[in-house]
């Protein structure tokens, strides 16, 4: 039996390549023989990274930055030499991953930290940028990165916007003169898991303000600083980029990287497929197994497993996906051909008792289900 094992990282326990190896443990203990194919996978999200390092073997680097709050800290990238290609993972500068629970900040932490690994993308060399922009802490419009590439956003008064989203409110110019020229001799794809817009219902304040520790009264500002940025950069740019898709994504940096940097957005569970031959690897396999933290409604838009079932539907092999939890809409995911799909917990457990548990509970989890598929091919 040939299996495609390609899940996601788990969040706050397991990374994708940690996730795919408790499968494989828990195959083996079934089936000793099985070929399994260990393809981890990511969305743009955290760990996005480290999944493409270990695929390409680009070289590790490391560059001092800003976190969302600015205190210094040392972030990782990656470089390919001979395609002068960066791989950059926003939330290694400015991701949640960096906050303490009691520090999120939405109104004040900076998305600057992102513009520094930019910036140091481009002295290396690099004619292109490959960014992924999930796990921000940030609701700022993507300001702060602008800031460290030069950009000079100024208030009334002729003086820099305070960092974080809620300095949005304040600015009355932007002055492009300063941003960093080496920006239009270089490509950026970004790769997002969401298709949010900056503003409104769906935008980056109202949805994700409130992960990032926002209050309804900090949604609120949070809100009109977003809007009043998106008005301010039509009028200087002509065009409306709030609207666009994946705007909103990143707390609004995906609205600053396309208005900005010219930069395109792209699903980024696709691209990663793309960039480790997920679709050649699954060639001819009798099964995939895939999973993430949660499955829900949400996952159809652009999450690792949505990508997974695109290549496996149009070579007709099933999917299994395991995840920590079942959440609504899940169910949607059948009519995109997924075969079935399992959470890890199979009684009471605190989220704290199932993320120090992850490994063995994936392992076992896989292990039954396989038991279960071996009944059925003895048959």
């Given at each position: 039996?040939?299996?495609?094992?390609?899940?996601?990282?788990?969040?706050?326990?397991l990374?994708?390549?940690?996730?795919?190896?408790?499968?494989?443990?828990?195959?083996?203990?079934?089936?000793?023989?099985?070929?399994?194919?260990?393809?981890?996978?990511?969305?743009?999200?955290?760990?996005?990274?480290?999944?493409?390092?270990?695929?390409?073997?680009?070289?590790?680097?490391?560059?001092?930055?800003?976190?969302?709050?600015?205190?210094?800290?040392?972030?990782?990238?990656?470089?390919?030499?001979?395609?002068?290609?960066?791989?950059?993972?926003?939330?290694?500068?400015?991701?949640?991953?960096?906050?303490?629970?009691?520090?999120?900040?939405?109104?004040?932490a900076?998305?600057?930290?992102?513009?520094?690994?930019?910036?140091?993308?481009?002295?290396?060399?690099?004619?292109?940028?490959?960014?992924?922009?999930?796990?921000?802490?940030?609701v700022?419009?993507g300001?702060?990165?602008?800031?460290?590439?030069?950009?000079?956003?100024?208030?009334?008064?002729?003086?820099?916007?305070?960092?974080?989203?809620?300095?949005?409110?304040?600015?009355?110019?932007?002055?492009?003169?300063?941003?960093?020229?080496?920006?239009?001799?270089?490509?950026?794809?970004?790769?997002?898991?969401?298709?949010?817009?900056?503003?409104?219902?769906q935008?980056?304040?109202?949805?994700?303000?409130?992960?990032?520790?926002?209050?309804?009264?900090?949604?609120?500002?949070?809100?009109?600083?977003?809007?009043?940025?998106?008005?301010?950069?039509?009028?200087?740019?002509?065009?409306?980029?709030?609207?666009r898709?994946?705007?909103?994504?990143?707390?609004?940096?995906?609205?600053?990287?396309?208005a900005?940097?010219?930069a395109?957005?792209?699903?980024?569970a696709?691209?990663?497929?793309?960039?480790?031959?997920?679709?050649k690897?699954?060639?001819?396999?009798?099964?995939?197994?895939?999973?993430?933290g949660?499955?829900?409604?949400?996952?159809?838009?652009?999450?690792?497993?949505?990508?997974v079932?695109?290549?496996?539907?149009?070579?007709?092999?099933?999917?299994?996906?395991?995840?920590?939890?079942?959440?609504?809409?899940?169910?949607?995911?059948?009519?995109?051909?997924?075969?079935?799909?399992?959470?890890?917990?199979?009684?009471?457990?605190?989220l704290?008792?199932?993320?120090?548990?992850?490994?063995?509970?994936?392992?076992?989890?896989?292990?039954?289900?396989?038991?279960?598929?071996?009944?059925?091919?003895?048959?």
């Open positions: 039996m040939k299996i495609l094992i390609a899940p996601d990282a788990f969040k706050h326990s990374s994708a390549a940690e996730a795919a190896q408790a499968m494989a443990c828990g195959i083996r203990a079934v089936l000793p023989n099985a070929e399994l194919i260990l393809k981890p996978m990511a969305d743009g999200g955290e760990g996005t990274l480290d999944v493409l390092l270990a695929a390409t073997g680009a070289a590790p680097r490391q560059s001092t930055v800003q976190d969302p709050l600015g205190r210094n800290i040392s972030a990782r990238w990656g470089w390919l030499a001979e395609s002068q290609t960066a791989l950059l993972e926003l939330a290694e500068a400015c991701g949640l991953m960096r906050l303490k629970p009691g520090e999120r900040d939405a109104c004040h900076s998305s600057f930290g992102c513009g520094e690994l930019i910036r140091a993308a481009l002295d290396a060399g690099a004619r292109h940028i490959i960014l992924g922009i999930g796990g921000s802490a940030c700022d419009g300001s702060g990165l602008l800031q460290a590439l030069g950009a000079r956003l100024l208030t009334a008064q002729g003086k820099p916007i305070a960092q974080g989203g809620a300095g949005l409110a304040e600015l009355a110019h932007i002055h492009l003169a300063d941003l960093d020229a080496r920006l239009k001799q270089v490509t950026i794809e970004v790769l997002c898991d969401v298709d949010n817009p900056l503003c409104g219902a935008g980056a304040a109202t949805v994700f303000a409130p992960q990032k520790g926002a209050n309804a009264e900090q949604v609120a500002r949070l809100e009109a600083a977003l809007s009043h940025f998106a008005e301010l950069t039509e009028s200087v740019l002509g065009e409306d980029f709030s609207i898709p994946g705007s909103g994504a990143a707390g609004g940096a995906g609205f600053a990287l396309q900005f940097l010219s395109k957005i792209v699903p980024g696709a691209k990663t497929a793309e960039i480790i031959h997920l679709d690897a699954m060639q001819h396999c009798d099964l995939v197994i895939s999973g993430e949660c499955l829900d409604a949400q996952t159809l838009h652009g999450k690792t497993l949505s990508g079932l695109q290549i496996a539907r149009r070579q007709q092999i099933p999917v299994i996906a395991l995840a920590g939890s079942l959440g609504e809409g899940y169910q949607a995911l059948y009519h995109q051909g997924l075969t079935a799909a399992f959470s890890l917990v199979s009684g009471p457990l605190s704290e008792q199932a993320c120090q548990n992850a490994a063995q509970l994936l392992h076992q989890r896989t292990q039954d289900i396989v038991r279960l598929l071996s009944l059925f091919k003895a048959s």
